[in-house]
């Protein structure tokens, strides 16, 4: 079973840059996509980027696209969220999820497995 965790989370400037991690800590054999979501204050959780278990998709929203990178480390059962350019607009919980899956989704109820949420902050 997929166990997520999610850090890295923190204030930043505009511009500045983070790096998120997702660790999976279940003692998953299956392949499986992962995707970053985040949720601002009140606002709807939306979809940020997902990757397949090859790593050979992604799939970016477009507010991010050229911004954000999304990667994965099978050996360290990681998978990563490199944010550079960071608008105050980016602020919000980001959480990974899971499913197993071959292909990239964008729609949260595709995800069965999810994380707490590390808080990301971002000062203009």
């Known amino acids: 079973q997929v166990r997520l965790a999610e850090s890295g989370g923190g204030l930043v400037q505009a511009g500045g840059s983070l790096r998120l991690s997702c660790v999976d800590s279940?003692?998953?054999?299956?392949?499986?996509?992962t995707g970053w979501f985040r949720r601002a204050p009140g606002k709807e959780r939306e979809f940020v980027a997902a990757?397949?278990?090859?790593?050979?998709?992604?799939d970016y929203t477009d507010s991010v696209r050229g911004r954000f990178t999304i990667s994965r480390d099978n050996a360290k059962n990681t998978v990563y969220l490199q944010m550079t350019s960071l608008e105050p607009e980016d602020t919000a919980v980001y959480y990974c999820?899971?499913?197993?899956?071959?292909?990239?989704?964008?729609?949260?109820?595709?995800?069965?497995?999810w994380g707490q949420g590390t808080q990301v902050t971002v000062s203009s």
């Open positions: 999820a899971a499913d197993y899956t071959m292909g990239v989704d964008t729609t949260p109820k595709a995800y069965h497995y």
């Open positions: 279940g003692r998953t054999v299956r392949p499986y996509t």
């Open positions: 990757i397949n278990w090859s790593g050979t998709n992604t």
